[in-house]
């Protein structure tokens, strides 16, 4: 039996190119695909420019749904499915939405737990500003030094300026979509705890916004979990540290 295809979709504020080099390594195992999110790189809003259901908010459940036809499209009965960041998040959404399309999960830099008040008030700011002047000039700076470790921002300033050159390229209507979707999210801990598939949990050491213990506790919650911690790498182990990343999805990956 040929092993099922991994969907990895990406971190918020950029786009599938963050995973350009993992991809290399990826395919010479398995079919790889790696979607842009609604309203983010080439991604149009399916019903509007705003990307707002009517007489609905933002919610990862939407884009949960466009995942979810995009395996229809490709004729894909279950995936591996995994995600960065804000495509953790919306992994966990798939799942919540269509389980039986889910056969393993790849969780990188991502946590279960819902935001805190005060973190759903911060995304709920950018979004605003995100509307109102556009990111250029402004949300790289504000992004880019909790996205990346400190040792990849003085060791690897590539790195640096191709994640200020993917922030700087997305949409505002997709950045305001996407933070107040993920302001909006539930905690996910149940759904994990539910997911009866390998998974893999991924995180940077030096990842200050979803840190090793997030991780560690989506791993003890899930019943096959393995959580591996990348060396000095931050918040895009991806873009930071892509030979590895790609390494332990290769030596992790479900047979068939």
Not at 103 to 110: A, H, Q, S, W, Y
Not at 160 to 171: F, H, K, M
Request: hydrophobic fraction near 45%.
């Amino acid at each position: 039996m040929a092993d099922l295809p991994l969907v990895l979709l990406h971190a918020y504020p950029l786009d599938a190119r963050m995973w350009n080099a993992v991809r290399g390594p990826l395919t010479a195992r398995t079919r790889v695909i790696t979607p842009d999110q609604r309203g983010m790189g080439r991604s149009p809003f399916p019903d509007s420019d705003s990307g707002r259901q009517p007489g609905g908010e933002p919610s990862l459940d939407d884009a949960a749904r466009d995942v979810v036809a995009l395996l229809d499209r490709l004729d894909l009965d279950r995936v591996v499915l995994g995600g960065c960041s804000m495509g953790g998040y919306l992994t966990m959404a798939v799942l919540r939405a269509a389980p039986e399309r889910v056969g393993g999960l790849v969780l990188i830099d991502t946590k279960a737990e819902a935001d805190t008040d005060e973190a759903r008030a911060n995304r709920l700011s950018v979004a605003d500003r995100a509307d109102a002047e556009g990111v250029t000039g402004w949300l790289a700076d504000a992004m880019a030094p909790a996205l990346l470790s400190e040792a990849t921002r003085e060791q690897q300033p590539e790195v640096e300026a191709l994640v200020r050159e993917l922030v700087d390229s997305q949409p505002p209507s997709g950045v305001a979509w996407a933070q107040r979707a993920m302001a909006a999210r539930p905690d996910s801990t149940d759904t994990l705890r539910g997911a009866d598939v390998p998974a893999l949990v991924l995180v940077g050491e030096r990842d200050g916004l979803t840190p090793p213990d997030a991780a560690r506790g989506m791993a003890d919650v899930l019943p096959a979990a393995r959580l591996e911690a990348i060396p000095e790498a931050g918040h895009l182990t991806p873009l930071e540290a892509p030979e590895a990343v790609a390494r332990a999805i290769i030596d992790w990956y479900p047979q068939g």
